[in-house]
């Protein structure tokens, strides 16, 4: 059994605030998400684990970008997003 046949992938774009740590300037960035939403109904050729494994599982969300480049003209360097939070549970 593979994720995609429990789970409903789309794509969302969701917007932070980060500090860019090169010219120390905020902003709002656009953080590109894969939201996995649990399907309605139990796919039919599932295991009784597979089963089981269904019903425990949650919606969720994985972080698609790492990098952002700083919206300053005179920076545009790349940084690191500053989280170590790349799962969000819906």
């Given at each position: 059994m593979h994720e995609r046949d429990i789970f409903d992938e789309r794509q969302e774009i969701k917007?932070?605030?980060?500090?860019?740590?090169?010219?120390?300037?905020?902003?709002?960035?656009?953080i590109r998400w894969l939201?996995?939403?649990k399907k309605k109904n139990v796919p039919k050729?599932?295991?009784?684990?597979?089963?089981?494994?269904?019903?425990?599982s949650r919606d969720y969300m994985v972080r698609v970008d790492?990098?952002?480049?700083?919206?300053?003209?005179?920076c545009r360097k790349r940084f690191e997003i500053p989280s170590f939070q790349?799962?969000?549970f819906i």
């Amino acid at each position: 059994m593979h994720e995609r046949d429990i789970f409903d992938e789309r794509q969302e774009i969701k917007k932070a605030a980060f500090v860019c740590p090169h010219c120390r300037e905020r902003n709002e960035y656009d953080i590109r998400w894969l939201t996995r939403r649990k399907k309605k109904n139990v796919p039919k050729n599932l295991g009784r684990d597979d089963r089981a494994r269904f019903e425990k599982s949650r919606d969720y969300m994985v972080r698609v970008d790492d990098q952002l480049m700083c919206k300053n003209m005179r920076c545009r360097k790349r940084f690191e997003i500053p989280s170590f939070q790349t799962v969000v549970f819906i």
